[in-house]
């Protein structure tokens, strides 16, 4: 059953719906989109709770998938029009790591929304590495450099120190890696003939599907995880480990999911694929509105048993302002998740850039590549131009502002300052190679990996 808009928003213009005769000539009405049951995968719920599909002409259909893997496999072959991807899928389809297919992006998704959970042993081995405020409580953001301690006693013992993380081109697998190198952790390394990407590793990464974290935390299996939410807030609520720190932590308003269609389905579709990612800018304004004053309704949403199915205390720990690291220890973190702020639903091809370093770095590009070759591949993938023509059909519909879109953004967000991100490293999408470089683990220039040593 949709949700009633309130009286507020409903006579707003900025969610007003558009009369029939400004509907796009959709080329196909009937759809099928995937998705994965994590919060972020807000916009689709709330497009076809709120009418805004509708609004364009389109009958949606919202199917969740057993995994990333399986979500990608159906939108190459057709079982869906569409899905909540995560970011790299898309990139690593169309350069061919692992599944090869031509895969693009009108639309990101959102900012931030993951965290690093480690097991209620792992933390108290943390602890006295961890520097205290005057009321004794731990400071944040937390650097690896805490765990190193704990890695290595493992390590002297002859034990395997096992993460989990949820797909090896996962925002969630570049983020965990990111904030282990950056405390002196080595995360390993892929090659072609080795793709478990623990060539050379300090701690462990394997895949685990994100609704299966805790329980494997529980059991044992894994000492800590990446994840998106609820489930870092879940492992509080079960009492079985504590959330460390968060993505916003490690790099402030980064990147994270993406809606991801096949090239030929924007070929033979393109006003179906306008009225998509309008619909989707419009629930993503909602999400965020009323200085997220609409949160409690989507984490009701969210809860239901057909979007992510968590208790609605969980999903609401995180989405509507605050964190909850250890018990207790509940936090203001306003911009855990953002759908629309700071442009956050232009695909930028900085943000792009970006995954293909994180790419090269662990040794999934197993060669080094131009800068040109960086900025085509993104271009490839990433496609602002849709994005602009359905933000100005909203802007002429009267559904949203000028100033809600970048317009004249040639592409690449302004350089990452150092006290944005946790190692202090700048990040400029237009210089990937420079980047990579100033980067102190990982391979930079023409190196490789070859039985387990980096070389030149």
């Known amino acids: 059953m949709r949700y009633a808009i309130s009286m507020a928003v409903a006579t707003s213009f900025a969610f007003a719906a558009p009369s029939y005769a400004e509907m796009l000539d959709v080329e196909k009405d009937e759809l099928t989109l995937g998705f994965i049951k994590l919060t972020d995968m807000a916009p689709l719920a709330i497009a076809y709770e709120m009418g805004y599909f509708e609004d364009e002409g389109l009958y949606v259909t919202l199917e969740p998938q057993a995994n990333w893997k399986v979500l990608l496999d159906r939108v190459i072959d057709g079982q869906l029009d569409g899905a909540h991807m995560l970011a790299g899928q898309p990139i690593a389809a169309t350069i061919g790591y692992g599944t090869e297919a031509h895969i693009i992006t009108p639309f990101s998704m959102d900012l931030n929304g993951n965290g690093i959970t480690v097991s209620n042993e792992v933390w108290e081995q943390m602890l006295p590495h961890i520097t205290k405020d005057d009321a004794g409580k731990p400071v944040h953001p937390i650097s690896a450099a805490a765990l190193k301690p704990v890695v290595d006693d493992y390590a002297n013992q002859g034990l395997p120190f096992n993460m989990g993380m949820v797909f090896p081109v996962s925002t969630h697998n570049y983020e965990l890696r990111y904030w282990l190198a950056a405390g002196g952790i080595e995360p390993g390394y892929y090659t072609p003939e080795d793709v478990s990407g623990q060539l050379a590793a300090d ?8 609704p299966q974290m ?51 389905f924007a070929e033979e579709n393109p006003n179906t694929t306008l009225a998509l990612t309008k619909a989707l800018i419009r629930a993503a304004m909602w999400l965020d509105a009323n200085e997220n004053g609409n949160r409690p309704e989507a984490v009701e949403i969210l809860s239901r048993s057909e979007y992510v199915g968590a208790d609605y205390d969980v999903i609401a720990a995180s989405m509507t302002g605050t964190f909850e690291y250890e018990k207790g220890d509940v936090r203001e973190v306003p911009d855990f998740n953002v759908f629309f702020r700071y442009f956050a639903t232009y695909p930028y091809y900085s943000d792009a850039v970006w995954y293909l370093t994180q790419m090269r770095r662990w040794g999934q590009i197993p060669e080094g590549q131009s800068d040109e070759w960086y900025d085509e591949t993104a271009k490839n993938v990433y496609k602002p131009e849709i994005y602009l023509e359905a933000a100005k059909l909203l802007v002429e519909d009267g559904l949203a502002s000028e100033a809600d879109f970048p317009w004249d953004t040639d592409g690449y967000r302004a350089p990452t300052p150092e006290t944005d991100i946790i190692d202090g490293v700048v990040y400029d999408g237009r210089t990937p190679n420079a980047y990579i470089d100033s980067l102190t683990i990982g391979l930079k220039g023409s190196q490789t990996v070859q039985d387990d040593i980096v070389t030149n």
């Open 203 to 210: 701690v462990l990464l394997s895949v685990t599907p994100p």
């Open 214 to 264: 805790p329980a494997t935390l529980e059991a044992g299996t894994i000492l800590g995880y990446c994840v998106g939410e609820p489930w870092n807030q879940a492992a509080v609520f079960k009492g079985i480990g504590v959330p460390v720190v968060t993505d916003y932590e490690i790099w402030k308003n980064n990147p994270e999911k993406v809606f991801g269609i096949t090239a030929e």
